[in-house]
T-cell receptor, first 115, second 112 residues
Framework: EAEVAQSPRYKITEKSQAVAFWCDPI?????LYWYRQILGQGPELLVQ????????DSQLPKDRFSAERLKGVDSTLKIQPAELGDSAMYLC?????????????FGPGTRLLVL | SQELEQSPQSLIVQEGKNLTINCTSS?????LYWYKQKYGEGLIFLMM?????EEKSHEKITAKLDEKKQQSSLHITASQPSHAGIYLC????????????FGQGTELSVKP
């Protein structure tokens, strides 16, 4: 069964350090999403890609966060510098072309702890 | 998100009992997704509802969307310990691309 892959699963870092997360979507899924989930809350969209293009990054803190999907397949989310408030679960999801109504399939997530 | 309210926040039931989780939107939905999440893991897709009045079932879980497409409920019949976890509703709205707005989740515990 095809799955969304994410790595690492867990990351502990100190504030002001740089961190990077990787996501490999289900093969053939053109749309890729990065969500952030704070403990006890639902996920919130950070950035949405359609192939290699950013479709929505309105909630991405662009002073410290960046995301890329250079070849339209896998994607990297970076935080530099990390802050204490960035501690959360970072979830990647993918779907067929992002027409409203396409089911999003999620990866296992990367749990980030900033000390 | 205030656009989407989920209730209750947490639920503890005895094994074998039925339960219902509700999800209410402040505006008309294009579609409503239900996911389950084990603590510290990713979201597992359960069901998607799109038509007013639609009802879908999978094993002992039934989800419904009201006629006005602003409320959905998830009902579990004869709960089992394997049903424990966090249930999240995710809303797709018109003209918002593919992104989902999630409720805050319902944490379900099933006592043997």
């Amino acid at each position: 069964e095809a799955e969304v892959a994410q790595s690492p699963r867990y990351k502990i870092t100190e504030k002001s350090q740089a961190v990077a997360f990787w996501c490999d979507p289900i093969s053939g899924h053109a749309t890729l999403y990065w969500y952030r989930q704070i403990l006890g809350q639902g996920p919130e969209l950070l950035v949405q890609f359609q192939d290699e293009s950013v479709v929505d990054d309105s909630q991405l803190p662009k002073d410290r966060f960046s995301a890329e999907r250079l070849k339209g397949v896998d994607s990297t989310l970076k935080i530099q510098p990390a802050e204490l408030g960035d501690s959360a679960m970072y979830l990647c999801a993918s779907s067929w072309p992002g027409q409203t109504g396409e089911t999003q399939y999620f990866g296992p997530g990367t749990r980030l702890l900033v000390l | 998100s205030q656009e989407l309210e989920q209730s209750p926040q947490s639920l503890i039931v005895q094994e074998g009992k039925n339960l219902t989780i509700n999800c209410t939107s402040s505006k008309t939905l294009y579609g409503l997704y239900w996911y389950k999440q084990k603590y510290g893991e990713g979201l597992i897709f359960l069901m998607m509802l799109q038509k007013g009045g639609e009802e879908k079932s999978h094993e002992k879980i039934t989800a419904k969307l009201d006629e006005k497409k602003q409320q959905s409920s998830l009902h579990i019949t004869a709960s089992q310990p394997s049903h424990a976890g966090i249930y999240l509703c995710g809303a797709a709205y018109y003209n918002q691309g593919g992104k989902l707005i999630f409720g805050q989740g319902t944490e379900l515990s099933v006592k043997p």
